[in-house]
């Protein structure tokens, strides 16, 4: 049980009424050629979605989104960028109890590892899906803009 005012010990079970939310706005992003939960629709504990290959330069082979959200109103969304050659470009949003970060928090690219306190005027799951498909737009113009084939 949760005390008002106190941080939940865990990010709880997966939150499958938000999942399904995030999934139906995925499904109608541009970005997005398909969308999937793992395992299933039934029990999701994670939202996939993969982010149309045609709107990168060739350099880039796939591109996703992993969604994780939970009742406790932690989340963790990755972005997975794959070039051609193999070399994949990652970056993280994460809400969740730990020890050694602030528990709203970014893992910059390129690799996730670096992490640094994160500042959102919201965490409603829709405030924060928009917040990571603007940075995804900036990262694939960025791509076009550096000459990118």
């Known amino acids: 049980?949760?005390?008002?005012?106190?941080?939940?010990?865990?990010?709880?079970?997966?939150?499958?009424?938000?999942l399904r939310l995030l999934e139906r706005r995925l499904a109608d992003e541009p970005l997005v050629?398909?969308?999937?939960?793992?395992?299933?629709?039934?029990?999701?504990?994670?939202?996939?979605?993969?982010?149309?290959?045609?709107?990168y330069?060739?350099?880039?082979?796939?591109?996703?989104?992993?969604?994780?959200?939970?009742?406790?109103?932690d989340f963790s969304v990755q972005y997975v960028e794959t070039a051609a050659n193999g070399v994949?470009?990652?970056?993280?949003?994460?809400r969740h109890p730990n020890s050694h970060?602030?528990?709203?928090?970014f893992h910059r690219p390129p690799d996730g590892t670096s992490v640094e306190g994160l500042s959102l005027e919201s965490v409603h799951p829709l405030d924060v899906l928009s917040t990571v498909l603007a940075?995804?737009?900036?990262?694939?113009?960025?791509?076009?803009?550096a000459g990118e084939e």
């Open 135 to 145: 940075a995804v737009e900036r990262r694939v113009a960025q791509r076009w803009d």
């Open 101 to 105: 970060d602030p528990r709203l928090h």
């Open 33 to 55: 050629e398909t969308t999937a939960f793992d395992p299933d629709a039934y029990e999701p504990q994670l939202l996939r979605a993969r982010l149309d290959a045609a709107r």
């Open 88 to 94: 994949r470009w990652t970056c993280r949003w994460d």
């Open 1 to 18: 049980m949760v005390v008002s005012g106190d941080e939940p010990p865990t990010t709880g079970p997966p939150d499958r009424q938000t």
């Open 57 to 73: 330069p060739s350099t880039v082979e796939a591109a996703r989104l992993d969604v994780r959200w939970f009742t406790s109103g």
